[in-house]
Structures are given as structure tokens and as C-alpha cells.
């Protein structure tokens, strides 16, 4: 049980004082004894005591000496420290609490002052480490249920990506393989992990607007009329309404709505600009063009990679972003990017490099 108690540590080369202090308080609390300075300094770094009784006048290392030395040390720096001393002039009193002093306690010592001073200072040192360990238990639990909510929101996410494609057979994969490319600009560009996560859901849910657009459109083989293209243009505005209300950490809503718009103007629902546009978004397109071009639709066949590479490079600065297109390029004509054919347990998607000649988007289209 004595362990239990708080363990206070007396410094003072005088043996009556000492003795004094020892009588007052070894009912209470478990005691330490220096009687120089760098002795005070080794006890505490080793026992790192609740509190420190702390003469000044001292020969060698004097008390502020010895408070400086703890309080510039990582493992002591919090051990409260009293100062007992003869000094009564405001000076002296005023440099204690500057070194890091929390109290003073003067000479002659009356007992029930001592023990009200260290008591004291004690349970708020007490008090302060207790706190302290509820806020890691705190914190804990809310890493905990972040994590938790992360997991809620992959999947509801990932859940809205596939009522579209359940819809919309002929794209199916296709918001995931976005994702994958998207990501993987974004990263080539130097952008935030957190960004990053961002373009990753707009991604996945930047179709998600056709969740109302006829499936006898979305499925038509053949040219579509002008009529049923106008139709399919709205699925931008539609998504944007769908997730404008959700409270994500990013502008998701923003991205998906921007998704289908270019430099020039010449893009959809708004003609806005390139001032106007998310760099987000205009990431998304890059990928979004990428992918869809190189992949069978019901009104075209697929385009191919070649093709698709000679658009972005035709329009890179026109309609699509520079930076985003010459990242694009690297990745497929350097770095050997291609999709890969599945999603980890959380639905991240996942990143995988190939020899540029493995490359095929068409027939890995045909495999998801």
C-alpha cells in the first residue's frame, strides 16, 4: 500500500530542515533525500517523483540551477517543484516562478502550511494526470468511431456507385476505374492525401446522377438523338442535387457537378470556365474521358487507348487541364498504369503498374 502513496522528493543540504520536513509529511507520503543538486537532478530522473520540495541556497548547484536542469528535460519537465527558502524579497520569489517554480514555501516551515502547500500541489499534479489519461481513453474511442464512420460511408458510397451500374450495365466498373485513375493523377501531381480521398469519392458517385436518366437511353445501341444526349447531360445537375445536402469534408457535390465542363466553356451544365473550376474537377475529367473513350459503349465501340491519348494530348489547355493531362500521359506512357480488377475490404480503390504494352483498357472493360 505505501507505494500508493505520492512520492515527494526534499532537497536541502541542511539536516534539520530536512529532518522537519520529514516528520511533517512521511505519514502522508513516500520520501526521497538529496542533499546536493545533481543528486536531486539523478533521483528525479529516475523515480520521477509527484513533487519536489527544492531548497535554493545550496553550495555547488544552487535550486534555480537544479529547476532549470528538470525543467528543460522532457521526463521531468512536469514534475511540480516548491522552492523553501529564507528569502522574503519579491525578486528572488519573482525568479523561482520564472525558472518553472509552482510555489514558494519559506523558512522557519510551519507544519500545516507545508502540508497544505504539498497536498495542494500534489492533487493537481494528480488531478492534470488523470485528465491527461482520459483524453488518450478519449481520443482512443474517437479514432475508434472515425474509423467506424469511415467504414459506414465506403460503403454507402460504394453502394450508390452500383445502383447506377445495375442500371446501366454497359458501365459497370466504370466509376471505380475512374476512381483508380483519378487518384492515381492526383498523386502524380503532388496533391494531399486528404485531396486525394476527396477525388476518390466524387469519383466513385460522379455518375451517380443517372440513377435518372431512362434505362432505354442509357442502354440504346446505336447514335443517340440529339434529344436522348440532352437527356443524359442532366445526370451532372441530377448528381450534384442528389449530394449537395451531404456533409462531406469535401466538395464532393461540386466535383460531380463540374465533371462534364471544360476549359474553353464549351463543357456542361453551366459553360463554366477554367477560373471556374475545381482543380478537383478537373482532375475527374482527365479520368472520367480517359476511361470512358477507351471503353465499349452501347452507342460506339470502344475507342481505344491510342485514341484516347491523342484527344488529351489535341486538347490539353483547351479542354483539359495541362497539369492533369501530362500526369495522365506519364502514368500510361511511362509509368505503365492499368486498372486493377478488383477493390480492397474498405472499396479503396486499387493501383497496380504494368509494362506499357500489358496496357488494353478495352479488354480489361470487358473483364470488370
Request: aromatic share 6%; with cysteine; glycine share 6%.
Given at each position: 500500500?505505501?507505494?500508493?502513496?505520492?512520492?515527494?522528493?526534499?532537497?536541502?543540504?541542511?539536516?534539520t530542515?530536512?529532518?522537519?520536513?520529514?516528520?511533517?509529511?512521511?505519514?502522508?507520503?513516500?520520501?526521497?533525500?538529496?542533499?546536493?543538486?545533481?543528486?536531486?537532478?539523478?533521483?528525479?530522473?529516475k523515480f520521477?517523483?509527484?513533487?519536489i520540495?527544492?531548497?535554493?541556497?545550496?553550495?555547488?548547484?544552487?535550486?534555480?540551477?537544479?529547476?532549470?536542469?528538470?525543467?528543460?528535460?522532457?521526463?521531468?519537465?512536469?514534475?511540480?517543484?516548491?522552492?523553501?527558502?529564507a528569502?522574503?524579497?519579491?525578486?528572488?520569489?519573482?525568479?523561482?516562478?520564472?525558472?518553472?517554480?509552482?510555489?514558494?514555501?519559506?523558512?522557519?516551515?510551519?507544519?500545516?502550511?507545508?502540508?497544505?502547500?504539498?497536498?495542494?500541489?500534489v492533487?493537481?499534479?494528480?488531478?492534470?494526470?488523470?485528465?491527461?489519461?482520459?483524453?488518450?481513453?478519449?481520443?482512443?474511442?474517437?479514432?475508434?468511431?472515425?474509423?467506424?464512420?469511415?467504414e459506414?460511408?465506403?460503403?454507402?458510397?460504394?453502394?450508390?456507385?452500383?445502383?447506377?451500374?445495375?442500371?446501366?450495365?454497359?458501365?459497370?466498373?466504370?466509376?471505380?476505374?475512374?476512381?483508380?485513375l483519378?487518384?492515381?493523377?492526383?498523386?502524380?501531381?503532388?496533391?494531399?492525401?486528404?485531396?486525394?480521398?476527396?477525388?476518390?469519392?466524387?469519383?466513385?458517385?460522379?455518375?451517380?446522377?443517372?440513377?435518372?436518366?431512362?434505362?432505354?437511353?442509357?442502354?440504346?445501341?446505336?447514335?443517340?438523338?440529339?434529344?436522348?444526349?440532352?437527356?443524359?447531360?442532366?445526370?451532372?445537375?441530377?448528381?450534384?442535387?442528389?449530394?449537395?445536402?451531404?456533409?462531406?469534408?469535401?466538395?464532393?457535390?461540386?466535383?460531380?457537378?463540374?465533371?462534364?465542363?471544360?476549359?474553353?466553356?464549351?463543357?456542361?451544365?453551366?459553360?463554366?470556365?477554367?477560373?471556374?473550376?475545381?482543380?478537383?474537377?478537373?482532375?475527374?475529367?482527365?479520368?472520367?474521358?480517359?476511361?470512358?473513350?477507351?471503353?465499349?459503349?452501347?452507342?460506339?465501340?470502344?475507342?481505344?487507348?491510342?485514341?484516347?491519348?491523342?484527344?488529351?494530348?489535341?486538347?490539353?489547355?483547351?479542354?483539359?487541364?495541362k497539369?492533369?493531362?501530362?500526369?495522365?500521359?506519364?502514368?500510361?506512357?511511362?509509368?505503365?498504369?492499368?486498372?486493377?480488377d478488383?477493390?480492397?475490404?474498405?472499396?479503396?480503390?486499387?493501383?497496380?503498374?504494368?509494362?506499357?504494352?500489358?496496357?488494353?483498357?478495352?479488354?480489361?472493360?470487358?473483364?470488370?
Open positions: 500500500m505505501s507505494q500508493d502513496r505520492p512520492l515527494v522528493l526534499i532537497v536541502d543540504d541542511n539536516p530542515n530536512i529532518d522537519l520536513l520529514v516528520a511533517t509529511l512521511k505519514k502522508d507520503y513516500r520520501l526521497g533525500i538529496a542533499k546536493r543538486g545533481q543528486q536531486a537532478i539523478d533521483y528525479a530522473r520521477l517523483p509527484n513533487l520540495l527544492l531548497d535554493i541556497m545550496m553550495p555547488e548547484m544552487d535550486g534555480y540551477q537544479v529547476c532549470t536542469t528538470l525543467k528543460k528535460d522532457e521526463a521531468t519537465a512536469s514534475i511540480p517543484i516548491i522552492f523553501i527558502t528569502m522574503q524579497d519579491t525578486a528572488s520569489k519573482t525568479r523561482g516562478f520564472e525558472e518553472g517554480a509552482v510555489d514558494y514555501i519559506t523558512k522557519p516551515f510551519h507544519t500545516a502550511e507545508v502540508l497544505a502547500r504539498v497536498r495542494t500541489h492533487e493537481l499534479d494528480q488531478a492534470k494526470a488523470l485528465l491527461l489519461s482520459q483524453n488518450t481513453v478519449l481520443e482512443q474511442k474517437v479514432q475508434s468511431k472515425t474509423s467506424e464512420l469511415r459506414m460511408l465506403n460503403g454507402s458510397i460504394i453502394s450508390m456507385a452500383r445502383m447506377v451500374e445495375i442500371r446501366d450495365p454497359y458501365t459497370a466498373g466504370h466509376q471505380q476505374r475512374v476512381a483508380q483519378a487518384c492515381a493523377i492526383a498523386a502524380k501531381m503532388g496533391l494531399s492525401e486528404s485531396v486525394i480521398e476527396g477525388i476518390r469519392i466524387a469519383s466513385l458517385l460522379h455518375d451517380v446522377g443517372k440513377i435518372r436518366i431512362p434505362v432505354a437511353i442509357l442502354s440504346r445501341a446505336g447514335t443517340l438523338l440529339e434529344a436522348e444526349l440532352e437527356v443524359i447531360k442532366i445526370h451532372s445537375q441530377i448528381g450534384f442535387e442528389i449530394l449537395k445536402n451531404i456533409p462531406f469534408p469535401w466538395p464532393v457535390a461540386q466535383m460531380v457537378f463540374q465533371h462534364h465542363e471544360r476549359l474553353d466553356g464549351s463543357g456542361y451544365p453551366l459553360g463554366l470556365r477554367e477560373a471556374d473550376l475545381l482543380l478537383e474537377s478537373k482532375i475527374l475529367t482527365v479520368a472520367d474521358v480517359t476511361e470512358a473513350k477507351s471503353s465499349f459503349r452501347p452507342y460506339r465501340p470502344a475507342l481505344g487507348l491510342k485514341a484516347t491519348i491523342d484527344e488529351l494530348k489535341e486538347y490539353r489547355g483547351i479542354y483539359y487541364d497539369d492533369a493531362v501530362d500526369a495522365c500521359l506519364e502514368l500510361l506512357d511511362k509509368d505503365g498504369f492499368t486498372f486493377a478488383a477493390e480492397d475490404k474498405e472499396g479503396q480503390p486499387i493501383l497496380c503498374v504494368a509494362s506499357p504494352e500489358t496496357i488494353n483498357l478495352n479488354q480489361l472493360r470487358d473483364r470488370l
